[in-house]
């Protein structure tokens, strides 16, 4: 006899017959309408944005305005993580090009000690002080030497304003990853923020932490320079330089006048199209608190700032209009409408000549008081080698350069010993409330139900397909495999990186056993997932909408993981359950034996990460981006969630030696 689970099922199960001899194990047909995780927070994220416009139409007095830009900017600042105490700069010009017009130094200074910024200062010929423009580069690999930047820099000087152009980390002289040669370990600019977001989002900060603190300190570089009116500062950037400028001019007062270029949309139309872009452009929970893009240009109401945008750019030119209408409305409220402006220029994506031109134009009218056209010409750049500033070409080069992992690495650190102290003497209850709120879990006491989709004899075991809807929105896909005749007394809960499917060799190999097992597509995987991953990165586009909702992707499958163990104890409640998880899952299986120990009598962690720390300091980490918690490290670590589990029945293995480690 097979062990038959009783199931709740749904009334249309009634109108339609069990599906046998079924060879996929799918449990949604390809006519149901389920939707993916994604899908699912994309909704949450509307809900979020409408409660902040309706947030937003309540700013009507210059006092509301304050109120409003005060608490955004704190709160902006507290999910970077804050920012490092100021240390010398060490500043050192490399090397001087005369050209016509004005002349560009080479320059290299600490941003933080021992970590370096590279960095071209452009400076009209004359009598200074001048008006200076920081200026961020997008995601290029040859970064402040790119053509664009270039040409920020010489149409800045050729209008009597100073320019400032540094490399960002991850580009130019400025690569955090590199091999024994020199060269870079990764393709794309991109690829290393998101690696460096790794380690920063475990210790409570963000690649765009570091990219902030850089742009910074480049203004308390020019504010040293004689040539240079520190009272009269702009910056502008384009695309991830636009995104760097927005955070800026948001943050540091000193930004009188901006100009981000090719970033600025609304987030409700960023995820309706392309969706979250990398790292530095999520900062944790920003939507579940309320700051849309149009707010970078409202914390810093009434400075001047000019949105620079392209007709066909992918960030979509009608948030672009949204934001701007939010802002002249703010502006207009305060008394200074003409101080905020929009050009759209035909185009795709960059620093189209006319979009350079009003840039130019925009810091000529605000930081020199001169209200004058500039004409759109195509200006010539030179070599990039020209504009180096270290000798082998990349600053880890330099003597005991630390890179952003070292730092992190460096804080990761000073995190442990507080976290001692902390398990020392919590109570073990209070610490799982807290990491409870940490992932965002929401176990949810509500009536589960099953719905019986089909059934497959395989033999000497059966499989049946299930959907578990349990309140979550999305009703979790299953397969319970039964050996024919009498099933152990333990029944094996399987998570997998690939779900089900990936579970199932495993699944087959146990009940053949003897023994009753559940496979499950967790919350974003399989059937439910997107099948958009990265290598290393996981699905990092469904994580990281879920990190600005101020969730975890963790914390979702943990709650699946309780939901489902309370499923299978409810179902057959003399049994115990053995979960055995594989790579990533390893860390929501442990999460979900750590917060109910009392519900796994067993549990087997296959190829999966033994803790956080030792992957903050990694280029290479064994810790995916979408199984990273934000500021997990200021509260616990994985051995922490080993022992409140109980050390005696959590085992690692490694799949290939089939040994315990």
């Not at 998101?194 to 902030?212: C, D, E, K, P, Q």
């Not at 960059?350 to 008081?369: C, E, F, K, S, Y």
């Not at 030179?382 to 600053?395: F, I």
């Amino acid at each position: 006899m097979f062990i038959r689970i009783k199931v709740v099922v749904l009334v249309t199960l009634f109108l339609m017959p069990l599906v046998l001899a079924q060879e996929s194990l799918d449990c949604y047909s390809e006519t149901e309408i389920h939707g993916s995780l994604y899908e699912t927070l994309q909704a949450q994220a509307y809900l979020v944005l409408d409660q902040r416009r309706e947030r937003f139409e309540m700013i009507d007095s210059a006092a509301a305005v304050a109120t409003y830009q005060d608490r955004l900017q704190k709160e902006f600042v507290s999910r970077l993580g804050g920012f490092p105490d100021r240390h010398p700069l060490n500043a050192r010009v490399i090397k001087t090009i005369d050209a016509k017009g004005y002349r560009i130094e080479n320059v290299i200074f600490e941003s933080q000690p021992r970590h370096h910024v590279t960095a071209n200062l452009y400076l009209p010929v004359g009598v200074g002080p001048f008006p200076a423009v920081v200026v961020s580069s997008g995601h290029s690999r040859t970064a402040k030497t790119a053509d664009y930047n270039q040409r920020f820099g010489i149409m800045m000087a050729m209008h009597g304003m100073a320019a400032f152009c540094f490399d960002p980390i991850g580009q130019g002289e400025r690569s955090q990853i590199l091999n024994d040669q020199g060269e870079n370990l990764v393709d794309g600019t991109t690829t290393e923020h998101f690696l460096m977001g790794i380690g920063s989002i475990l210790v409570g900060r963000n690649t765009a932490t570091y990219r902030v603190y850089d742009a910074m300190r480049a203004i308390d570089y020019l504010a040293t320079r004689p040539e240079v009116d520190s009272a009269r500062i702009g910056m502008t950037g384009c695309s991830g330089g636009g995104t760097l400028t927005s955070y800026t001019m948001a943050l540091d007062d000193r930004v009188l006048c901006a100009a981000p270029a090719c970033y600025l949309t609304t987030f409700r139309r960023l995820i309706e199209t392309i969706g979250p872009q990398d790292s530095e452009q999520n900062i944790f929970g920003q939507l579940a608190w309320g700051m849309d893009q149009a707010d970078y240009i409202l914390m810093r109401a009434p400075k001047p700032t000019l949105i620079s945008s392209t007709t066909q750019d992918f960030f979509d030119i009608r948030g672009s209009w949204e934001s701007f209408r939010q802002a002249k409305r703010v502006y207009g409220r305060l008394g200074f409408p003409e101080r905020v402006d929009l050009v759209e220029i035909e185009g795709t994506h960059g620093v189209q000549p006319q979009n350079l031109a009003t840039i130019a134009h925009w810091m000529q009218r605000w930081l020199l008081d001169i209200d004058k056209p500039v004409d759109a010409i195509e200006l010539p750049v030179r070599d990039g080698a020209d504009l180096m500033c270290t000798e082998r070409g990349q600053v880890l080069s330099l003597p005991d350069e630390l890179s952003v992992f070292d730092l992190n690495a460096q804080y990761a650190q000073e995190l442990a010993g507080t976290r001692s102290q902390k398990w020392q003497s919590a109570n073990a209850d209070a610490l799982r409330k807290l990491i409870s709120r940490r992932i965002g879990l929401s176990e949810m006491d509500v009536e589960q139900k099953a719905q019986a989709v089909s059934r497959q004899q395989r033999g000497d075991y059966q499989i049946e397909a299930l959907l578990l809807d349990f309140g979550a929105g999305i009703p979790l896909p299953i397969n319970l495999y039964q050996p024919r005749g009498s099933a152990s007394e333990s029944v094996y809960l399987c998570l997998h990186d690939g779900g089900k499917k990936g579970a199932a060799e495993l699944a087959v190999s146990l009940v053949r056993q003897g023994h009753a097992v559940v496979t499950v597509d967790l919350r974003g995987q399989g059937e439910t997932g997107t099948g958009e991953f990265k290598a290393g990165l996981g699905d990092w586009k469904t994580f990281s909408l879920a990190y600005l909702l101020e969730q975890s992707i963790i914390g979702i499958r943990t709650d699946d993981t309780l939901a489902l163990s309370r499923y299978v104890t409810e179902q057959m409640p003399n049994r115990s359950i053995h979960l055995i998880a594989e790579g990533q899952s390893g860390m929501v299986a442990l999460h979900a034996a750590a917060l109910q120990p009392s519900r796994f009598s067993r549990v087997t962690l296959r190829d999966s990460p033994r803790d956080w720390s030792s992957n903050v300091g990694a280029s290479d980490p064994e810790v995916q981006l979408d199984h990273t918690v934000h500021a997990a490290l200021t509260l616990y670590d994985l051995p922490d969630l080993v022992k409140m589990a109980g050390s005696d029945k959590v085992q690692f293995t490694s799949k290939e030696k089939n040994t315990k480690q």
